[in-house]
């Protein structure tokens, strides 16, 4: 078959601007990007990119940076993790308050609360790595203080509504105050200064030698 120029043919969004008898030729995209593409791109039967990459790919969901992958929705690893991250957050928003979650939330925890009493080990992993994901979060929230004060807020009024469901029982409330007095009780000296003398609630001299260990 005699060879044909393909110089300034066209096909698709692609024009070739070189053919040089190879088995690839040099096109250039109606975006002005310029690569070497298949001689065969000419031919009825191709079934391949007649665009760049560039003109094929789509906007990130999170970054809006090129996806080249046509089955991914996102450029990279952390962007994807962002995107399955807000997906999770929208089902959970959904379904937080049917009585099916509810039901198996409850027996989650109950599950939890049990092996965490069963097993040391596992009880001090777990542990650890919730002081992590809450010391990661409060970073993470003293960046923004707008967010920081709304989560500080709904905090609040969190504990507000967990102090009146545990007033309302006798047995609960007697076991609060009980852990209250034993959480007070086991402050050290340097505690008591931290949170109750720097502008709080202000201790006595009596409370302070007391605490201090000068008194017995």
Not at 104 to 127: C, G, H, I
């Amino acid at each position: 078959m005699a060879w044909i120029d393909r110089t300034n043919h066209k096909v698709g969004d692609l024009v070739c601007i070189q053919d040089d008898k190879a088995a690839q030729i040099l096109c250039r995209c109606k975006c002005g990007r310029e690569n070497l593409y298949p001689r065969t791109i000419f031919k009825s039967t191709y079934r391949g990119p007649t665009a760049c990459k560039y003109c094929r790919a789509h906007p990130c969901e999170i970054c809006s940076e090129p996806v080249f992958k046509t089955n991914s929705f996102t450029c990279s690893d952390a962007c994807k993790k962002e995107r399955n991250n807000r997906k999770e957050k929208q089902r959970y928003q959904m379904v937080k308050g049917t009585v099916d979650f509810k039901v198996t939330r409850q027996e989650y925890l109950s599950s939890l609360k049990l092996r965490l009493e069963a097993d040391p080990e596992f009880r001090s992993f777990f542990l650890e790595r919730h002081r992590e994901n809450l010391k990661k979060n409060r970073i993470k929230l003293s960046e923004d203080p707008e967010k920081l004060e709304q989560y500080r807020k709904k905090q609040r009024e969190r504990e507000r509504q967990r102090l009146v469901e545990i007033r309302a029982d006798d047995a609960q409330w007697d076991e609060y105050k009980a852990k209250q007095r034993e959480w007070y009780h086991s402050l050290s000296y340097e505690d008591y200064l931290r949170l109750f003398k720097d502008g709080k609630s202000p201790l006595d001299e009596v409370t302070l030698r007391l605490i201090g260990g000068e008194l017995i």
